[in-house]
Structure formats: structure tokens, C-alpha cells
């Protein structure tokens, strides 16, 4: 192998390392203003098991800056729905969030860098408001009332897959699985 292509080998980028770098630029210049609820849906499919019932969230988040460029808005998606023991789908809850940024200067900054700091950070300023509000819901619908795990990042953490991360191909937001977990009635 010769020198230049060892040398290319070494300067290759994570993904997802460089849309962490991008969200990280983004947060330095923002200051988290309020949160809107935009809508929700709960719809109610089938009864629950009397013995483990699942769940999953999935979201989808992206930013882009206001008319006035003096704001970054961060529509977050999210999707739970929780199944019982035997995959049947029980209820599915969609929610959706707008936050919103004071934003200091957009120098240097594109949309790539306002998704990736929705996906990132927004979707974690977001998940306290989720956390309540699913809990609420799901004790009104009379199902095994669900309250979420603690939002965390980290080896044990929520965002520990490399497909969470917006695809750098298309920079399209996708939906994502952050996790399953079995929670009992």
C-alpha cells in the first residue's frame, strides 16, 4: 500500500462523529427559548397483556432558521408504540414539538448543521416534555400507564447506534429506533 492511500485511509470521517461536530458548533451559539406542542395522535388498537407489554420510540427531527434569521426552529416527531407479549400493536402515540432557539450569529452555519443539532439536541430538550405527556396519555387510555427512561447519552444510552444519525448521503431526516424496552402492567 503506498503513502498517499495509507494517508487517505487516516483522514476518513465518521458520519456520525461529523454531524456531532456540526450540532456542536450550532450549540455554542444558541440559547433554548420555548417548546410548542403542534399536535398528537392516540390511537388506541387492542387490549394489553396481563404480563409484559413492550414499547418502542421512534423520531425524526429537523431545524432550520426563522424569517428573521434570529431563531433556529426544531420540529421534533415522535413515535411510540407500545405491543404486548405477542408483538400486537396496543396503542400508537404520535407527538409533535417545535422548539425554539435564540441564535447569536449564523456565521459559518447550514441546514446540515441545524438538522443535526435538532437530531441531536433538540430530540434531548424535547424528551422531558415526551416523558410527561406520554405518561399522561397513556394512563387516560387506560392502558399500562408508560413513563420513558431517563433521556441519557453514553454506552448504555439512547443514541448509541450508528443509524440514529441523520443519513449523510441525502441529509434527509429518517426515522429512528431509539429503543425497546418491556415494561409490565
Not at 421512534?58 to 431563531?71: C, T
Request: net charge positive; proline share 3%; charged share 30%.
Amino acid at each position: 500500500m503506498s503513502r498517499s492511500s495509507s494517508l487517505k485511509k487516516q483522514k476518513k470521517v465518521d458520519p456520525e462523529n461529523a454531524l456531532i461536530e456540526k450540532a456542536l458548533k450550532v450549540s455554542d451559539r444558541i440559547q433554548f427559548e420555548d417548546v410548542y406542542l403542534l399536535g398528537n395522535t392516540c390511537k388506541w388498537k387492542s387490549f394489553a397483556s396481563d404480563k409484559e407489554n413492550n414499547f418502542k420510540v421512534d423520531n425524526v427531527a429537523q431545524g432550520s432558521l426563522s424569517n428573521d434569521k434570529q431563531n433556529l426552529l426544531s420540529i421534533v416527531n415522535f413515535v411510540v408504540d407500545m405491543q404486548n407479549e405477542d408483538n400486537t400493536s396496543i396503542a400508537e402515540i404520535s407527538v409533535d414539538y417545535l422548539l425554539v432557539y435564540s441564535i447569536k450569529d449564523t456565521k459559518g452555519l447550514t441546514k446540515k448543521h441545524y438538522d443535526a443539532f435538532s437530531t441531536y439536541n433538540a430530540v434531548f430538550n424535547a424528551w422531558p416534555y415526551l416523558r410527561e405527556f406520554i405518561q399522561n396519555i397513556t394512563s387516560r387510555m387506560q392502558i399500562p400507564t408508560l413513563t420513558l427512561p431517563v433521556y441519557r447519552f453514553g454506552n448504555e444510552g439512547l443514541l448509541q447506534t450508528k443509524d440514529y444519525a441523520i443519513n449523510s448521503e441525502d441529509n434527509k431526516p429518517k426515522r429512528k429506533k431509539i429503543k425497546t424496552k418491556t415494561v409490565k402492567k
